[in-house]
């Protein structure tokens, strides 16, 4: 079975850094985008980054709120996806998540175009991690 598992979340005062890892397992091959998402209390679930695994595209969000201070990265001999996040803001606080779709029928940059904007349509997630920021 595919899994996906979140981990190092926490509790981080404004201004520190902190990376989020998301294990992979399961896949039987690299057609994939893995992405990152969050959702703050009262909020949708929102689109932080994705990565294509077959090619390494990295694709990010448009958001203003987290441009230039998130960034994706993997490892696939390891099978890690991480989320490096710098000068946290309280606003960050939130759940955050991984998940995964198949780039085996589309293109990866359609697959992801979709994840952003159909996160409900997703199957697979791992378990959210928390990150809580406040001084």
């Known amino acids: 079975d595919v899994q996906l598992q979140a981990s190092g979340g926490g509790l981080v005062r404004p201004g520190d850094s902190l990376r989020l890892s998301c294990a992979i397992s399961?896949?039987?091959?690299?057609?994939?985008?893995v992405a990152w998402f969050r959702q703050a209390p009262g909020k949708r679930r929102e689109g932080l980054s994705a990565?294509?695994?077959?090619?390494?595209?990295?694709?990010?969000s448009t958001s203003e709120s987290v441009k230039g201070r998130f960034s994706i990265s993997s490892d696939n001999d390891k099978h890690l996806l991480y989320l490096d996040m710098t000068n946290l803001k309280a606003e960050d606080t939130a759940v955050y998540y991984c998940?995964?779709?198949?780039?085996?029928?589309?293109?990866?940059?359609?697959?992801?175009?979709?994840?952003?904007?159909?996160?409900?349509?997703?199957?697979?997630w791992g378990q959210g991690t928390q990150v809580t920021v406040s001084s």
């Open positions: 399961g896949f039987t091959d690299d057609k994939y985008a």
């Open positions: 998940a995964a779709e198949t780039t085996a029928m589309r293109d990866p940059a359609i697959t992801v175009g979709a994840m952003f904007r159909r996160p409900d349509l997703i199957i697979l």
């Open positions: 990565i294509s695994l077959r090619d390494g595209q990295i694709f990010s």
